[in-house]
């Protein structure tokens, strides 16, 4: 279960965050998630929902999670195009030298708090 | 509420945690390996190989084991046999070691007290986790063996992306698998450019002895 994994580091980054900024609550968390990341949301939010209850400061704290569209560029002709689509081979003249410009991300993008 | 931005990777606790844990080991004289692999690619063969062959180099060499696993010892007891200390840890079903759980084996270790002075951390069996999460080690080594299939780079790339080598075991099976050796290393150096790779069977010591000199000249490095 990997997504735990990420779940517990989460939760120390934001306990940190709140003892340093002297929060009492966050009530939401915006994760900023890649298409390609390997993250399977669904149980990322059960992980999530089952992990924040033994933190007192993210008691009610929402997951809220926006989806990183996965590109790759191509080295040979340049262009980029959608990775989920076409994968690994360039449509426009496929190559298969081609590399991920994003959507391998797991960005902690920002907490409403007080 | 105010709204508060951090843009910060969801695991840059645990970067910041394995960089502190580097930075003591290596003052300590501590070198520290994390060896990946899928289950069954022949991780303990390949270090128990290592260790009497290290030992046989330099006799007084203090070497340890830590075996991320989710359950049982059948491996520690193996490793022991060979004279290397070595301790067993339960993950409790997690799916890859972090810095966290790297410092706590070392402490159960005894590590820190100053030998051994080359650590291999065997990390749970799976290409996928362990790729993701810095352990604080100092070389990343991942093992993919013959059976497996030269079509691995393609489909776990991050592993082979985050590895300073790859070690190619069984290659004493070559006549039975349509491994093609050629295509895995070029798909594996597309990924990095950087990365070593070393064709080995621990069973013939082929190539053996190439990966061992690499690795006591990056130990002697630290």
Same mark, same amino acid.
């Given at each position: 279960m990997h997504e735990m994994g990420i779940i517990i580091h989460l939760a120390k980054t934001l306990e940190d965050t709140a003892r340093e900024e002297g929060l009492v609550r966050i009530g939401s968390v915006t994760l900023r998630v890649g298409e390609v990341s390997g993250i399977v949301t669904d149980y990322f939010e059960d992980c999530w929902n089952y992990f924040k209850k033994r933190h007192p400061v993210l008691q009610d704290c929402r997951l809220i999670i926006e989806t990183i569209p996965a590109v790759t560029r191509c080295s040979s002709c340049g262009q980029d195009y959608e990775t989920v689509k076409y994968g690994r081979e360039c449509p426009y003249c496929h190559s298969g030298e081609t590399w991920l410009v994003q959507g391998n991300e797991c960005v902690i993008k920002q907490i409403e708090a007080e | 509420m105010k709204v508060i931005e951090l843009n910060k990777n969801a695991l840059s606790s645990n970067d910041a945690d394995a960089e502190i844990l580097r930075g003591e080991l290596k003052e300590k004289g501590i070198f520290l390996i994390n060896l990946m692999s899928a289950a069954g690619s022949g991780k303990t063969t390949l270090i128990s190989r290592t260790i009497t062959d290290l030992r046989e180099r330099e006799p007084g060499l203090e070497i340890g084991v830590m075996e991320a696993d989710i359950a049982s010892d059948v491996d520690a007891a193996a490793i022991e046999a060979l004279g290397a200390k070595s301790i067993q840890v339960h993950t409790g079903g997690c799916c890859h070691m972090d810095a966290? *759980?790297?410092?706590?084996?070392?402490?159960? #270790?005894?590590?820190?007290?100053?030998?051994? =002075?080359?650590?291999? +951390?065997?990390?749970?069996?799976?290409?996928?986790?362990p790729a993701e999460f810095d352990t604080g080690a100092h070389l990343k080594v991942m093992i993919l063996s013959l059976p497996e299939g030269d079509d691995k780079p393609l489909k776990y790339p991050l592993m082979f992306a985050e590895s300073d080598a790859l070690?190619?075991?069984? *290659?004493?099976?070559?006549?039975?698998?349509? #491994?093609?050796?050629?295509?895995?290393?070029? =798909?594996?150096?597309? +990924?990095?450019?950087?990365?070593?790779?070393?064709?080995?069977s621990a069973k013939t010591r082929d190539g053996m002895q190439e990966w061992e000199a690499w690795l006591l000249e990056k130990a002697e490095a630290l």
């Open positions: - | 966290v *759980m790297t410092r706590e084996s070392l402490e159960a #270790f005894g590590a820190f007290e100053g030998s051994p =002075r080359i650590i291999f +951390l065997e990390n749970v069996g799976n290409l996928i986790c070690i190619i075991t069984k *290659m004493d099976a070559a006549p039975y698998f349509d #491994f093609d050796i050629d295509a895995a290393c070029r =798909r594996a150096k597309a +990924l990095n450019p950087d990365i070593a790779v070393f064709p080995v």
